[in-house]
């Protein structure tokens, strides 16, 4: 019972040691923002006249309701990923707003005050086409929903099915639109392509066609965008032909055409009229917008705004518009301009900017953390070391005067901050610049430089999330993978930092390169080489060319190896090198794994190859270590104070295979620990009964992996450590070539109650403090998991040895505790990645974690060792110094009085 | 007497379920795999924030089936439905950022027959059954934050390493007050012991005077001990 209590004490302190987030400490060092994506659809909440609502459907599968006077975001629905999830229409009346998702799969009602769900209903299958809500203005009683085959009526207060008719002649007739005109009918549009449309009018009440019209149309209006404007006007834009198709579905007249001079058309209605806003092009770097009367085609007078492109980002590419009435009746608007690279900037007449939102940043795709430089006169105190010496005079006269210099810029900013004091605390400006950009003491700040899908690139200042630049690269392919990789860091002053990003088609292989400094975004005037061959491989060596660039190897697919930068001096370094650059490459779809040797000529050779039968399992994953990792003790100290050596193999890798038969009883994953150098299989394990997705963290001596298992229904940790035994081969280098024992191999697994989206491992400067694993969770939360709980030497049984080396005994399930998360309630949506970098603190670790929402913060695996806490009493340790003096003063005193006494006595 | 017919009614319950879902038990995830175009059946239920209006929190949350597998949204009057998902057996979880709600396991046979029940992710099998429609209630808020620990006088005082001061402090101002040092016996005597213990009185050793001060007056025997316990500890360096 007493071992018990001693346990339960043990566990106790060892659950309070790890870190969590104190109250206090919310916004201090971290920040979040969140996207919706590419937006599909919007709509200008205009059922009261105050409303600041605009409401967006996008691509990503989100609908939410943004603020028009900040941007901000009211409230969020994230619905599930793929075409199951896809937003088909947004509806709006009143304060509802219908959805239909999926392809047409379900019908959605919500409220858009509070941002809940009014009700759902799921449709018949079937591709859908279009929807619209049949009543007079404020008498909206129904939705209509088109299909490719039939058409159904709701009732807009509770989804429930009216009625449900089959539309004629569907096989030939393409129904494209549905629309009322609220006395009565609804009319579903079709175009035969190239002959003729074609109209049929249902009654409201019982579904039953009152008449079928065809009329025949001279223009094939096949790529048009087409509206339904009040009075049963069809409006149709034709890119093709840049012109305004107009036809009164009553009347059946001929069509209408009225040319534009325009790139972008976006229609909007309010009160009685509905306008066009026609975007055309002024000169290179803005735009200017107009309103036109849909119902006449002219266009109104005072509507000019203007749109300033940034020359960083891309062609505008659709229009939301939101009209109103201004006082004297004429139309105002203010428009949300979406450009290419997904941006929204939401402008106010004459061409005020109300604000922006880089929707881009709502698929990162990859990031990496550079260091800022120095200030400038850091700099000039570090460029003293990098010249060649002159006499000793002038050195120590530079270095006087360096120090000078500094002693200056110490003053100047003490001055700053007088002068600030004094001023009110809202008008000090404490905006972080590219100019005021420099490194901080601890270097904890920053820049993130993220790769988004659609090939935008940011700079952001990890401190206060606020982006510094941004660079649009159009022409990226729509299937693009991204490889960023910093070449140059920093720390090299004259030379500035320098990234490369890879850009590679996933269909071609081909690639492309641009290299950018990442503190200003700028593209660098070095110039990449063309790539005419597709790519399979791109590694970065730790040898650098004389400007301190590291060397890129890419390896094409006739296995010639090509070097960026290839200066002579870097293939000399090269050719020296040869024969220790060791390369793999995966080929999943056959399964096979090879090592590869560099030769002096840039050729390579194959030196070993794995082939996993693809026909009983695939490749998943294949992971190495982190090269910027660094760890620091070599072994464990056990309980009786013996060594247990580390299995520190820097060219290990972690192969994830999958079974390809799904079936449950017969599934399993496997892993393979590999060396990459000589193909030796140090481990094998397979998980049977178990699927994917597997998620993998490999780090140190061990390999963490997660995957689903299917007898138990439930998601299950396990843990690979390696340990070379009691005795290290060769302690001073490790050689794949030279390990003639294998390594003990120690295994553990654990259930985990919940599913995880991703996994990462903290990481820190010298790797002292201990590793905790962050997991991001599908609620949004990361969980930052201490590795100890992942130890396979966790004990069953609890023996005095395993208490002194702290092991906590074994138990199955892993917990989740809230107070571990390290967003507490800033929850990531659909987090997809988390990136973590070194600080210059040993107890920091910087983490971003990325997905819908981007979020960033600090951890302290060990807590803060390192530095005083924040909550440190100053107050507590200054009084207690205090008292201690003047307690010290007064009994020095008496002490005086007493022997003046005892001296008279 | 309460215990067993609490024990009774709890196989009764076991009983029902395994008679009710025979069909389930030919195994425990034979519904797992499904036909693309199987019956797909609706998840329904309801979440209840006590002591919270619905329309204060249903904006921030979401029904997660499997993960991220299905997902529904929670209507304003905190019921909630997951439509178009397969039979199987699944959880289900209600997730806000800002309330904690128990998960619950869902089992669908073929036919369209739902129960609900504990999630026991050890005993995958057990079965506590939960009434369906669901009725999941928020224990509560979620805490995310650790308590600081707060400055108090107690505090400062209990304090060990505090305590350790103060009791010195206070024998050394109060036993010179007990023990009468002006008796000139009583000086001697402490002197005495005082020599002994220190055979070099050049070199005074600090600690070992103060022990002595406090112990001395019970006499000399006890300090002559104590130095001896010492020497086994030297020896073993």
Known sequence: MAKLILLCL????????????????????????????????????????????????????????????????????????????????????????????????????????????????????GSFQSACLVGQQDNVKHVAVLKKTVISFHYLSNGHQKWIENLPESETVDYQSVYSDGNGEVYALGIVPHSHIAIVAYSVEDGEIIKQVTMIHSSSIKYAVCVVISQGMLTCVDPLTVSLYMLDLHTESQMTQIPLQAMLVSFATTGEKTVAAVMSPKNKTASSLNLFSAETGRRLLDTTLIFNMDPYGGKPEKLHVQAFLKKDDSVGYRVMVQTEDHTLTF??????????????????????????????????????????????????????????????????????????????????????????????????????????????????????????????????????????????????????????????????????????????????????????????????????????????????????????????????QLQEMASSIFFYLVDSTQGRLSGYRLRTDLSTELIWEVVIPAEVQKIVSVKGKRPNEHVHSQGRVMGDRSVLYKYLNPNLLAVVTESTDLHQERSFVGILLIDGVTGRIIHEAVQRKARGPVHVVHSENWVVYEYWSTKSRRNEFSVIELYEGMELYNSTVFSSLDRPHAPQVLQQSYIFPSYISTLEATLTEKGITSRHLLIGLPSGGILSLPKMFLDPRRPEIVSEQSREEN???????????????????????????????????ESTCLVVAYGLDIYQTRVYPSKQFDVLKDDYDYMLISSVLFALFFATMISKRLAEVKLLNRAWR | ???????????????????????????????????????????????????????????????????????????????????????????????????????????????????????????????????????????????????????????????????????????????????????????KEMEQSMNMLNPNPELPDVSELMTKLFSGSKGSSKAGGSSKGTRPAVKRR
């Open chain 1, 347 to 572: 402008i106010q007449q004459p061409g005020r900017v109300m604000w922006t939102r880089e929707e881009a940043l709502s698929d990162v795709v990859t990031m990496e953390m550079v260091d800022l430089p120095l200030t400038g006169t850091q700099a000039e105190l570090e460029g003293e070391f990098g010249k060649k010496a002159d006499g000793l005079m002038s050195m120590v006269l530079k270095r006087l005067s360096s120090q000078l210099i500094l002693l200056q810029a110490w003053i100047a900013h003490l001055w700053k901050l007088f002068y600030d004091a004094r001023k009110p605390r809202s008008q000090v400006k404490n905006e972080v610049t590219i100019e005021n950009l420099s490194r901080d003491e601890f270097n904890l700040q920053k820049m993130m430089v993220m790769v988004t899908a659609s090939g935008k690139l940011f700079g952001i200042d990890s401190k206060t999330g606020s982006i510094l630049w941004r660079h649009y690269l159009d022409n990226i392919p729509s299937n693009a993978a991204f490889k960023l990789m910093v070449q140059r860091t920093t720390a090299h002053f004259p030379h500035p930092p320098q990234c490369t990003l890879l850009i590679k088609d996933k269909d071609t292989g081909l690639a492309t390169l641009h290299v950018f400094n990442p503190i200003f975004g700028k593209k660098s005037h070095v110039s990449p080489p063309a790539l005419p061959q597709p790519i399979l491989q791109s590694l970065m060596l730790p040898l650098m060319d004389q400007d301190y660039a590291k060397v890129l190897l890419l390896v094409d697919d006739q296995y010639k190896v090509s070097a960026f930068p290839s200066t002579k001096n870097v293939l000399q």
């Open chain 1, 807 to 841: 092991l906590i005994p074994y138990a199955p399930e892993l917990l989740i505790r809230t107070e571990w998360f390290i967003n507490y309630n800033q929850t990531v949506s659909r987090v997809r990645g988390i990136y973590t970098a070194p600080s210059g603190l």
């Open chain 1, 10 to 125: 043990k566990f106790i302190i060892l659950s309070s040691a790890v870190e969590a987030v104190f109250e206090d400490q919310v916004g201090k060092f971290d920040w979040r923002q969140e996207y919706v994506g590419k937006v599909r659809f919007s709509h200008f909440d205009t059922h009261v006249q105050s409303s600041k609502k605009v409401l967006l459907a996008t691509e990503n599968n989100v609908f939410a309701a943004l603020n028009t006077r900040t941007g901000e975001l009211f409230w969020r629905h994230v619905d599930k990923t793929g075409p199951e999830g896809n937003i088909d229409a947004l509806l709006q009346h009143g304060q509802d707003v219908v959805l239909v998702v999926g392809n047409g799969r379900l019908l959605r009602s919500w409220e858009i005050n509070v941002g809940g769900l009014n009700w759902e209903i799921v449709l018949d299958s």
């Open chain 2, 1 to 187: 007497m309460h215990l067993t017919a609490l024990l009774w009614v709890c196989m009764q319950a076991a009983l029902v379920v395994a008679w009710c879902f025979t069909d389930m038990e030919t195994g425990p995830g034979a519904g797992v795999s499904t036909q693309p175009n199987g019956d797909r059946f609706k998840i329904e239920g309801r979440a209840i924030v006590p002591g919270i209006k619905t329309q204060d929190w249903v904006s921030t949350a979401r029904i997660l089936v499997e993960g991220e597998e299905y997902v529904g949204f929670v209507r304003t009057d905190g019921s909630f439905a997951v439509n178009d998902v397969p039979s199987g057996s699944y959880v289900v979880e209600v997730v806000t950022p800002n309330y904690r709600f128990e998960p619950v396991r869902v089992d669908i046979t073929s036919k369209g027959k739902m129960r609900a029940r504990l999630v026991n992710y050890i005993k995958t099998s057990e079965v506590i059954r939960q009434p369906y429609p669901l009725q999941i209630r928020a224990s509560g808020p979620h805490t995310y934050f650790m308590k600081r620990e707060t400055w108090g006088w107690t505090d400062f005082l209990m304090n060990p390493m505090v305590m350790m001061m103060v009791l010195p402090l206070l024998i050394i101002v109060l036993l010179p007050k007990v023990v009468n040092t002006n008796d000139p016996e009583m000086r």
